[in-house]
């Protein structure tokens, strides 16, 4: 066997961090792999809702953790003396494009040991993150991904645009679409069109909804939305028709409240994450009651989940055009210390990385 190409020592990243309250790109040297974690050369990453609010609630700043979790890039590398699996079971190799899942199993909690599910999922490239996920996020030149991790396999025919809101909205909007069960004929309502508005908006057309609306304050959002599949755009606060389903990923920015009262005798409401500035929700028990209506939350985001959402790309992207909805790239070193969010037009900022990120590193497992 060939000595490794290069002693992991001298592999560095350049990391998107926040430190004490200030976020800036550093230059860090990767911890040499352990079995079966997965080094990846990252292509594209973007910040999504959850680095505005880590950043924002940046409440233990003496660990520092590499930032974002929507992302495509390559594997370079994968530790020796353990297999690494896609959550498909597919085995990874170096040169395949992989994106991967918000949360990580913890794999000590009572739900990982039993397999049914991890009660306190990591949340990678947000939570201060323990040692070997510090460097698992996705605004980095190179990640370094846990055994652990929920990795898909990015197929040929969707490209690197595309994939990357895979791993974090898209697969969340698949848990909250899974909650919400079949949409065939119903009328759906979906608060906010923010990314996650617009990909469940998509996905409610897609599976044959009799109707789908949304409900958003930004009128370039509103216009967005009928892009992608909505028949109907109001403001909130607007009289709405009456729901079979309404799924709320406002984030919890008030509309909720009064889209409560258009849910449809045997209505479902599902709640997806509540963002740091979710309102308290006030229920109507005697309407939930009269009216059979039932409100839930979303299993939390797994592989399939994660697997959900590259095939619904996959399957859609010819059609909608997902990449339209990115920023044009910008480079890891002109994100100051103000990270870049969507303005406009775009759901999404993206930040690009050089085309040979590996360069320095052997493209051969070590
Ligand atoms: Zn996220
Ligand atoms: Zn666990």
Redesign the pocket.
Known sequence: MPPAAAPAATTTTRALMVHSGVVGAVTLPVPALQPGQVRVAMRLASPCGCVKDAIASNVSPSRATALGHEGVGTIEAIGRGGDAAAADGTLLAPGMRIVWGRAC?????G??TQGTG????IALGVDMAPDDCAFAGSIVTRALLPRAAVIAVVPPSVPDPVAVPAGCAVATVCAVMESAGSLVGKRVLVIGAGMQGLVAVAMAAEEGAGSVTIVEPDPQRRLRALEFGADAALEPGAGFGRADVIVDVSGGDGALADAMDALAHGGVLVLGRAGRNRRPLTVDAGLLAARAVTVRGAPPVSGRHVLAALDFLAATHAARDWGSLLAPPIALDQVGSTLPYAEGRHARALVAFGSSPGASAGQSAV
Not at 105 to 109: I, L, V, Y
Not at 118 to 121: L, T
């Open positions: 199993p913890c794999r000590q909690c739900g990982c991890c009660r306190r999922p």
